[in-house]
């Protein structure tokens, strides 16, 4: 699904991960460590091919990155949903119309998936706040609703970063929770998170691995959770 061969990425100058060699297969479960500015964002950036290495190869699907057109870069990340830490809103749209514009723009009718939206809604708690805009959201609601964002598309890979950065640990729970079922539905997850707790609380609910960055590399931090 996602592989990283020798791959580093550098900025200004100065390298910020090196020496990159990953395999992420189909439906695995990933938790990315490290401490802030550590480059957890960066590594997923390059997964979803908004960033191309300085050196190696990244494959996305079997492509390599460096081969791909702009359009088959557009036609990839529709089979990768993220939630980006500081998922952004267009604040005059409803929650409802948020979460179905990767709809609008894969050139899809929204209200052809009317039903299929209601259920996501639905699943992430938000049936009730459909027609909310984003201002009026508790933290929580936005991650859940940045969650259902991604996945409008049906991705075959979901990236997470930070995404219970800015709420309560109930509320983290219960984003996990989510992450988890969908990894049981066959997709797989990687979550960027500088919260061990959060990953000590995955341990009885599905079997993880566990990456670290640490002076610019990805390691393998231990086995299975």
């Not at 723009?105 to 706040?129: P, Q, S, Y």
């Not at 984003?175 to 707790?197: F, P, Q, S, Y």
Request: proline content about 4%.
């Amino acid at each position: 699904m996602i592989e990283l061969d020798s791959v580093s990425h550098s900025y200004g100058g100065s390298e910020l991960l090196g020496g990159l060699a990953l395999r992420l297969p189909p439906g695995s479960f990933h938790f990315l460590t490290g401490p802030s500015g550590a480059g957890k964002t960066t590594f997923l950036r390059l997964c979803y091919a908004e960033l191309a290495p300085t050196a190696g190869r990244v494959r996305i699907f079997g492509k390599d990155v460096r081969a791909m057109s702009r359009d088959d870069v557009a036609h990839t990340r529709r089979r990768i949903g993220v939630v980006h830490q500081d998922c952004q809103f267009l604040d005059h749209l409803s929650v409802a119309e948020n979460v179905a514009l990767p709809l609008s723009v894969a050139g899809r009718n929204a209200a052809d998936h009317a039903g299929d939206l209601a259920d996501l809604l639905g699943w992430v708690g938000l049936d009730t706040r459909a027609e909310a805009l984003p201002p009026e959201l508790s933290g929580g609601e936005r991650q859940r609703a940045a969650l259902a964002r991604a996945v409008i598309m049906g991705p075959e890979l979901i990236l997470a970063d930070e995404p219970t950065g800015n709420v309560d640990w109930e509320m983290s729970l219960r984003i996990l929770h989510l992450l988890i079922e969908l990894n049981r539905m066959g997709k797989a997850i990687v979550i960027a998170t500088h919260d061990l707790n959060l990953i000590r609380a995955a341990k009885a609910n599905v079997s993880a691995r566990v990456l670290r960055i640490k002076d610019r590399r990805v390691q393998l931090a231990g086995a299975d959770l």
